[in-house]
């Protein structure tokens, strides 16, 4: 019976593995992201004041690929071009790229179409 080589471990004063340091670095990427003002401009120039009948809702959301007007908990910023992956500290340069484009690069998709978008790109 064969013994598993144990991971290495060369982050973080060795507890950290390679996985999990590009983990790291992508998660704070993303992170940082939230705040990137093109990605919330996308947000707001394709809102109207609500129209439903729940007075609480302020805003409503078009969805650019079925049109369609929902609340804000229902779309989400999608990325045009996906950002791909990190795996290695040779991809960070072209993920950042991708992560922080201009408005050109977003669109405001509902849940059902980024669900949709994001199984064809997989």
Same mark, same amino acid.
């Given at each position: 019976?064969?013994? *598993?080589?144990?991971?290495?471990?060369?982050?973080?004063?060795?507890? /950290?593995?390679?996985?999990?340091?590009?983990?790291? !670095? *992508?998660?704070? !990427?993303? *992170?940082?992201?939230?705040? /990137? #003002?093109?990605?919330?401009?996308?947000?707001? %120039?394709? *809102?109207?004041? $609500?129209?439903? #009948? &729940?007075?609480?809702?302020? /805003? @409503?959301?078009?969805? #650019?690929?079925? &049109?369609? /007007?929902? #609340?804000?908990?229902?779309?989400?910023? +999608? +990325?045009?071009?996906?950002?791909?992956?990190?795996?290695?500290?040779?991809? !960070?340069?072209?993920?950042?790229?991708?992560?922080?484009? @201009? $408005? %050109?690069?977003?669109? !405001?998709?509902? @849940?059902?179409? +980024?669900?949709?978008? +994001? &199984?064809?790109?997989?």
């Amino acid at each position: 019976m064969s013994k *598993r080589k144990p991971t290495p471990k060369p982050y973080c004063n060795g507890t /950290w593995t390679h996985a999990r340091m590009m983990g790291f !670095l *992508r998660s704070g !990427l993303r *992170r940082m992201s939230l705040r /990137w #003002a093109p990605k919330s401009q996308c947000k707001t %120039d394709a *809102r109207r004041p $609500s129209q439903s #009948a &729940n007075k609480r809702l302020k /805003w @409503e959301y078009q969805c #650019a690929q079925c &049109n369609e /007007w929902k #609340a804000g908990k229902d779309v989400a910023v +999608h +990325h045009v071009v996906p950002c791909g992956e990190l795996r290695c500290f040779d991809d !960070l340069p072209d993920f950042v790229r991708r992560l922080f484009v @201009e $408005s %050109d690069g977003f669109v !405001l998709l509902c @849940e059902s179409c +980024h669900k949709e978008e +994001h &199984n064809e790109q997989r």
